[in-house]
């Protein structure tokens, strides 16, 4: 795998990545191989007794907290305005890859909190991509894989679901892009209403087809059972459009 | 005293190794099929298909669209003979005799499909073809019991998303299919046939195999072809650069005369029609019917365009990435 793509994945799980960085591998997620490497790596990290807080012990409430002595969360003036959480909600805007993005070197508790959020935010995404096998299509706004991880963290105020709110839409923000951006995961259109010639253009290509299947006798009567019931399958039955 | 003791020692051994093998006994009838033991009922069930004369009735579900057919399959003097009838909602016939399949549509028209140009007979036909254990596992499932008969699942699990997992149940007597899922790749049900009565007559009545709409207008259906003309080749063949892992050319159902291509991965099977571009094609995309996906594309640049349609029991993405990677080999 590219060397860059290898930097960027070390340095997200250091802490360290930059939101471009933090795209870079969100982008390469459904890689089987990139997969593989993230486990290796987590092994690696818990072995050398590397605490993992931001991924496994996600503690949200503990990060708010944090965050809320920096400022108002709500109002975005906090430093969430200048964490990729905040800049990949503005799809719109030309992100900008100065230093204003670039989080501060840790020196204060405040900007040790700004990162931590930051970086949960974003770890979270790729997290739940992870660990719950997320394929990058489009998501429906309530998904329920979201809806299951991040409910599994202590909900106990409205802030918190703010939070949680916030997360899933970067979450579905960055899934909806990929899957424009990527060919690979484009998925096929799916054509749930039939016209009446579709279905006998559709019918005469089944003809063929289950000739083929049924007479090579691997699956006994099942594709002749598909060829004499083919007028049953909505084809003729006022199913379609005219 | 010593031929007493000794008499009874004997006894007890004797009683001692009746209990024993009658314990055996009963753990070897309990047994549960074992997984190498899968295949041996895979080849059982195909021999059935073929070799056994039954009729009953069953039900095939496609999605929420259900079908009840009654089925007559006789095996007589080495020849195979068939008929399957839809007994609800519209009528349609399938009769099969050995390597020739007849539909019988509404309006009564019969549709002769192509005779199958296969080597020889038609035993020779069925070829014991394995799920290939690279794309499929095998596995044993349980004993239940599907039309008053007791039935052995096996379960066939496709290992990547291209395709899809099938579940079917074997009568343990005769081998023969009683009931089969197809599960799509989140393990929805997306097709169902299932034996709702079965018996196994010594013979079945030739009127049985008889439709009952013989003697209507016959008809062929053809798929149109991409018409001869000086802009095509005269012999156009095609390149497919892309197939799902485990997917071969069945070279004796593919007419690349006929633009026609058929693969198979030893389980379910695909076909490949190219035509030329005409008013009524399919509209682009996947069309669906429980487990069949057909997709449609049109290729290619002016004038030398093309429409791809592949069809089979296949996950639609399967499906789109077939058809997007068909290529002509331009012979200039």
Not at chain 1, 122 to 148: C, H, M, R, T
Not at chain 2, 228 to 236: E, F, G, L, N, S
Not at chain 2, 306 to 326: F, L, N, R
Request: aromatic residues 8%; contains cysteine; hydrophobic residues 40%.
């Amino acid at each position: 795998m590219e060397q860059r793509l290898r930097e960027s994945l070390s340095a997200l799980l250091d802490g360290e990545a930059d939101e471009l960085e933090s795209h870079r591998v969100l982008a390469w997620s459904n890689e089987a191989e990139l997969r593989t490497l993230w486990a290796r790596y987590h092994r690696v990290r818990t072995v050398m007794g590397v605490s993992d807080t931001q991924l496994h012990d996600f503690d949200i409430s503990r990060s708010i907290a944090a965050a809320l002595d920096q400022g108002d969360v709500a109002s975005g003036a906090s430093p969430l305005r200048h964490s990729a959480l905040a800049q990949a909600e503005k799809p719109s805007q030309a992100r900008s890859t100065d230093a204003q993005t670039r989080p501060a070197t840790p020196t204060t508790p405040a900007a040790n909190a700004t990162k931590l959020w930051k970086l949960s935010g974003i770890a979270a995404s790729i997290a739940v991509a992870f660990v719950v096998g997320l394929n990058f299509k489009a998501v429906e706004p309530n998904s329920p894989v979201l809806d299951k991880v991040v409910a599994a963290q202590p909900a106990d105020s409205a802030v918190l679901a703010q939070h949680v709110a916030r997360q899933n839409a970067v979450a579905q923000e960055l899934v909806a892009r990929d899957a424009l951006a990527s060919a690979e995961a484009r998925q096929p259109k799916l054509i749930d209403r039939f016209t009446e010639a579709h279905a006998k253009r559709f019918n005469s290509y089944l003809l063929r087809h289950a000739e083929n299947a049924a007479l090579s006798g691997r699956q006994g009567v099942v594709p002749l059972a598909r060829v004499a019931s083919v007028n049953s399958m909505g084809m003729s039955d006022g199913r379609y459009e005219r | 005293m010593s031929r007493q003791s000794g008499g009874m020692k004997y006894g007890m051994t004797i009683r001692f190794w009746l209990i024993a093998c009658a314990c055996l006994g009963w753990l070897g009838l309990s047994v549960q099929v074992r997984a190498d033991d899968a295949s041996t009922w895979l080849k059982r069930m195909q021999r059935a298909a073929l070799e056994q004369n039954y009729q009953g009735t069953f039900i095939f579900v496609r999605g929420d669209m259900s079908s009840t057919q009654q089925i007559f399959h006789r095996y007589a003097n080495g020849i195979e003979h068939e008929r399957l009838l839809q007994v609800d909602g519209t009528m349609g016939e399938v009769v099969r005799k050995s390597g020739e399949v007849t539909c019988i549509l509404p309006e009564n028209k019969a549709v002769q499909l192509e005779q199958f140009n296969g080597p020889g007979k038609p035993a020779a036909a069925f070829v014991h073809v394995m799920p290939d254990p690279q794309f499929y596992a095998l596995k044993p499932g349980k004993v239940e019991r599907i039309a008053n008969r007791i039935c052995q699942q096996i379960r066939i699990e496709a290992l990547d998303e291209y395709r899809y997992s099938y579940s079917l149940w074997l009568d343990q007597e005769t081998g023969l299919l009683l009931k089969s899922l197809i599960n799509d790749l989140d393990g929805a049900v997306l097709e169902r046939f299932q034996f709702t009565s079965i018996e196994f007559p010594e013979q079945i009545n030739d009127e049985d195999l008889m439709p009952e709409s013989a003697g209507q207008v016959v008809e062929h259906e053809v798929i149109p072809v991409p018409p001869r003309d000086r802009h095509w080749p005269d012999r156009m063949m095609w390149d497919m650069k892309w197939l799902p892992p485990g997917f071969a050319t069945s070279r004796e159902r593919s007419r690349p005369d006929q633009n026609l291509m058929v693969f198979s991965d030893g389980m379910t099977a695909f076909s490949v029609f190219i035509e030329a571009v005409s008013g009524d094609q399919m509209p682009e995309g996947a069309s669906r019917v429980g487990a069949t996906t057909a997709y449609s594309q049109t290729l290619g640049v002016d004038p030398h365009r093309y429409v791809v349609t592949v069809m089979g029991e296949i996950p639609p993405m399967s499906a789109m990435k077939v058809a997007e990677a068909v290529r002509p080999q331009m012979m200039e």
